[in-house]
Nanobody
Framework: QVQLVESGGGLVQAGGSLRLACAAS?????MGWFRQAPGKEREFVAT????????YYADSVKGRFAISKDNAKNTVYLQMNSLNLEDTAVYYC??????????????????WGQGTQVTVSS
């Protein structure tokens, strides 16, 4: 069992930046971020492989968000820049063990964090 603990959410003005962190108690194949806005389904944001640092992004965040990792700390980060109102959501850290992951499919992820709120104000 891998435990994931998120931190770094908060309130930010549109155009601003936030950095989320997710500390994992163990190592998996992939770690990523999903988000869920009120009344909407959970959606994929970004994922990174622990080995080789291959990254994947949703089109809606490409060029604005960056996922990275610190192997020594078993921690994954999500740097979010140029935030807009549509980025307001609860952000969840997720980890997956399987090879051949469907990266944008939440059901393929094995472990989830408790979520951290990100609110972007105008």
């Amino acid at each position: 069992q891998v435990q994931l603990v998120e931190s770094g959410g908060g309130l930010v003005q549109a155009g601003g930046s936030l950095r989320l962190a997710c500390a994992a108690s163990g190592r998996t194949t992939y770690m990523g971020w999903f988000r869920q806005a009120p009344g909407k389904e959970r959606e994929f944001v970004a994922t990174i492989m622990w080995s080789g640092s291959i990254t994947y992004y949703a089109d809606s965040v490409k060029g604005r968000f960056a996922i990275s990792k610190d192997n020594a700390k078993n921690t994954v980060y999500l740097q979010m820049n140029s935030l807009n109102l549509e980025d307001t959501a609860v952000y969840y850290c997720a980890a997956a063990k399987k090879i051949g992951l469907r990266i944008a499919t939440s059901a393929d992820y094995d472990y989830w964090g408790q979520g951290t709120q990100v609110t972007v104000s105008s």
